[in-house]
């Protein structure tokens, strides 16, 4: 953990505790010194109570939250990388699918949910897919950047050799997009975390979205903000791990810190 | 000579349509089998696209190109290329980079997969021609820009081509590597008999290394001289310091200059 020297103490590596530390002690005393009610800001002791107290109920509904926005940002990832590519690989395509998506984009996805609800009921279904929906443009975005900006040289080069379109994708377009893609996953899983609590909070049984709005409902503050840090705890982790990810697979774009 | 293997016979050269802009000119030239040419011009000139078009990258809208005795109207592939910028993809070794070629053109990818022990000895023989011994399994980005090029010129080479176009390719090094560079290209000349048209803005580059250098106007280029460049060969670094090579490049500077008034 400590850069080898041993003496003295990494700040580097401590500095996202102790300021994530920081935070939460300064909350809770300036909601003590303040004398703050708990139904408009809860101290996070009171917070760390309420998830002990309401544990199994935050633990099934994390869960459940944690089951759509995975299983909506897989869909994307996949739909994201094969739309990408396709777009990537043709002018026209480009042109045609580009205004179509930005507007599609444009629409805030709150709006959406209604529709889906009308199509699928509500549940499940109508979260995944708008964690899928929301999370899905920055990967084809990104996929068809990585495409669309190959040097003009490298493919004067193949060309000249008697490559073909699909030879230069093979071998230099989808290995160079590929940075741009891991690159998106951390932004994508990020929104589909937005999509499925949207999602849940307009219309669901269950997880962390319904969980929320329904102890609002309640005046259950605490509870409320149980649930963000739940929300928080899991954006972090899969941000992490997209993160990590990215660095195994495209290791050759981070060079820096690859050359030893 | 030999007979000419790049033969360019009142090219125009248009980009963008009708409307666009007049690259080149009744663009006329021929480059012998095994000859070294250069060509040198005004910046914008159309030198770029003369190498396009030999390589068959662009097709004129008037005129003919010929290389090996066929017209072009596709991509040849017996050329090799190198750019000003080097290239490199970033993602494979030094040594997957040159290789590269060899998974594109037609006659090599077949054999690659059972003779890949073959053609790894052929790309560590070009490295080392090139002063990268060792330097095979380095990610590009681990070398210098000199390196790079060195790199960059086996890439262009290990396909064995018959003829090797060369886009400024030492135009952004520092003048101590470019005349290395220059040493390494004279002798892969005379080693391999490969014919090259180089492309330069160093008029003593043209000089040194070129059995002929051709003058363009300035666009839409066309070819305004064409100078023999008497020297025997094997040259060595020092006529670059002889009076008859300091007036040879201060003619074509006079030439170029000229180029650059003149449209
Ligand atoms: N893809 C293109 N589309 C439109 N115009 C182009 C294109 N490529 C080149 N041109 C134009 O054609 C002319 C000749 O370009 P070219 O690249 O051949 O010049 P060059 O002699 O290589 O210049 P330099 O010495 O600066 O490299 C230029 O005026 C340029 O504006
Ligand atoms: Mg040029």
Known sequence: MSAGTGRGFNWLNAAPWVYTIGLFVIWEVSVRAFGIAQYILPAPSVILNAIVEFW??????????????????????????????????????????????????????????????????????????????????????????????????????????GAKKMDIMLKVGIPRSMPYFFGSLKVAITLAFV?????????????????????????????????????????????????????RTTGWAHRGQMAQ | MAYPLVTISN??????????????????????????????????????TLMKLVTGLHI?????????????????????????NPTMLPWRTTL???????????????????????????????????????FGSKFPWQLSGGMQQRANLCRALIHEPDLLMLDEPFGALDSFTREELWCVIRDLHAAQGVTIVLVTHDLREAAFLADKVFVMSSRPGRILQERRVPFERPRDLDILYKPEFNDLVHELRGAIAEARIAV
């Not at chain 1, 309640?218 to 990810?245: K, T």
């Open chain 1, 56 to 161: 199994p109920a935050i633990w099934k509904n994390s869960l459940q939250t944690l089951y759509t926005t995975t299983v909506g940002f897989l869909l994307a990832v996949v739909g994201g990388l094969a739309l990408g590519l396709l777009v990537g690989w043709s002018k026209t395509i480009y042109a045609g699918l580009y205004p179509i998506m930005v507007g599609f984009n444009a629409i805030p996805k709150v709006a959406i949910v209604p529709i889906l609800v009308i199509w699928f009921g509500i549940g499940t279904i109508p979260a995944v897919l708008t964690a899928f929906l929301i999370s899905f443009f920055p990967i084809v975005v990104n996929v068809a950047t990585g495409l669309a900006t190959i040097e003009p040289e490298t493919e004067d080069v193949l060309r000249a050799l």
């Open chain 2, 96 to 134: 997957d980079n040159i290789l590269l070629p060899l998974e594109i053109v037609e006659r090599h990818r077949k054999r690659l997969r059972a003779n890949k022990a073959e053609y790894v000895a052929k790309a560590e023989k070009l490295l080392e021609t090139v002063g990268l011994k060792g």
């Open chain 1, 195 to 247: 999509g499925s609590v949207v999602s849940e909070t307009v219309a669901s049984n269950t997880g962390l979205g319904q969980m929320m709005s329904a102890a609002q409902s309640q005046f259950n503050v605490p509870l409320v903000f149980a649930g963000l840090i739940m929300l928080a705890v899991e954006g972090i982790a899969m941000y992490a791990l997209m993160a990590w990810i990215e660095r």
């Open chain 2, 60 to 84: 004129p809208q008037s005129g003919v190109v010929m290389v090996a005795g066929e017209r072009v109207t596709r991509p040849v592939s017996i050329v090799g290329m190198a750019f000003q």
């Open chain 2, 11 to 48: 090219v125009d050269m248009r980009y963008g349509g009708a409307e666009g802009i007049l690259a080149v000119k009744d663009l006329t030239l021929s480059v012998a089998k095994g000859e070294f040419a250069a060509v040198v011009g005004p910046s914008g000139c159309g030198k770029s």
